[in-house]
Structures are given as C-alpha cells and as structure tokens.
C-alpha cells in the first residue's frame, strides 16, 4: 500500500490505531458512495516523488470532490479534466514569472517526478463534498510525511499556500530548510496570490540548496 522508499520512514505510521480507525473509515465510505481517488491512487503523490528525491514540498488540503478530477496530487487533475481555477491561477503567476507558456491540462505529474511532492493534507473525500474526511487522521498521516522530509539530512523548499497550510510551520525547522509562503491560488485569494514571485522564491532556494533546477513547463497534451 506504501510505496517502497517511503516504507523506512512512514511504516510505523500504519500500525498505529489511528491509521486503522482511518482505513476502516474510508473503507465504510467507500461502501456508501463514490469516495475520491479511487483506492489505488490514495498514495500517488508518494508514488510519484520517492522519499530522497524530495526537493519541494507544495501541500494542499484535500483532494477534488468531482468525478475523475483528482488522482492524488494536490492541485493536479487527470489529462482531460478542465483545468481547476487554483491551478490556473498557478498558471497564470507561472507565466508573469517565468514567461511559461499557459498548458492546455492540469496534470502536474512532470513536476512530481522532478522531485515536486505534491501532498494533500487530507488523502480521501466524498464526492461532492469536500473536506468530509477531514479530521478523520489522515492529518496525522501527512504531518508525519512532512516531519520526515523536514527530519532529512538533505535540506527541501515547502510551499505553504495559505492559512492552512502555515498552521504545519511548527514541523518545519525553517533554519535549515526553505520555506516559501503566501496566500492560495484560490480565486478568493488570487489578488494576493498574482504577484507573490513563489516561483523564483523555490528556484532560488533550490539553487542555495545545491539541487537541480525544476523544469516548470507542462507539456501540452492536445485535444
């Protein structure tokens, strides 16, 4: 169920009551409805960026309520799904940055496996409902993703987008690693969010880090 490079640090983690009370949860919703993503796509995003090829760590909340959206990376959507307006926010600040070409789809898989872990907070919902898993312990889970990365010898950037996200800023020993902060991409915060230059804040601090730069461009996938 874990992927294999994350086993060492995050395995103790699935023994303990609060993650079997979580299974059992999920799995009781599962039997009610559609709940989201499906079941193997739960631990994508550890999938994707294995535990020490972390470089950046963007958290999100939870995951998309509406069918076929989400597949367990934060922010991102499957090829063919519209593009969410977070994410185009994203875009849109990506492009006044970088000068990036604005991408005809929303999966962010090519930043994953470049070393961009894109971490929900909260790893299932219930469809059309968002956060109706939270509180549930999947919190407990991802605070202990973070603390791992945040635990390695090897220095990361974390993305904290919002009032959310910065409530993790006590896991963080923001001495040795980078910490990039602001308002969320939302449309309700997206005043705030244009402008904020998160971009070169991470490459910046990847750059200090000694790691290798993120190639931000998303291909175009086509019709």
């Known amino acids: 169920m874990l992927p294999e490079s994350w086993q060492d640090v995050l395995g103790e983690e699935l023994d303990k ?78 492009h006044a940055e970088k000068g990036l070409p604005v991408p005809d789809n929303g999966y962010l898989m090519p930043w ?48 904290l987008w919002g009032a959310y996200a910065q409530k993790k800023l006590p896991l963080i020993d923001a001495e040795r690693h980078a910490v990039v902060k602001g308002a969320h991409p939302s449309p309700l915060s997206a005043k705030k969010f244009m402008g904020s230059r998160p971009f070169t804040q991470i490459d910046e601090a990847i750059a200090a880090q000694g790691h290798a730069p993120i190639d931000w461009r998303i291909p175009d996938l086509g019709a």
């Open 17 to 94: 009551p609060y993650f079997k009370e979580l299974t059992e949860f999920v799995e009781e919703e599962r039997a009610r409805g559609p709940v989201y993503p499906p079941r193997d796509e739960v631990f994508a995003a550890l999938e994707a960026t294995p535990f020490d090829q972390v470089k950046v760590l963007v958290l999100g909340q939870d995951p998309y309520h509406g069918e076929g959206q989400g597949h367990g990376l934060c922010f991102s959507v499957r090829p063919g799904v519209r593009t969410p307006p977070s994410l185009r926010n994203i875009y849109k600040e990506l």
């Open 112 to 159: 994953a496996r470049q070393g961009v872990l894109l971490l929900n907070a909260v790893l299932t919902v219930r469809s059309a409902e968002p956060n109706s898993h939270k509180g549930k312990g999947w919190e407990k889970f991802t605070d202990a993703v973070i603390r791992a990365v945040a635990d390695r010898e090897d220095p990361a950037v974390f993305v």
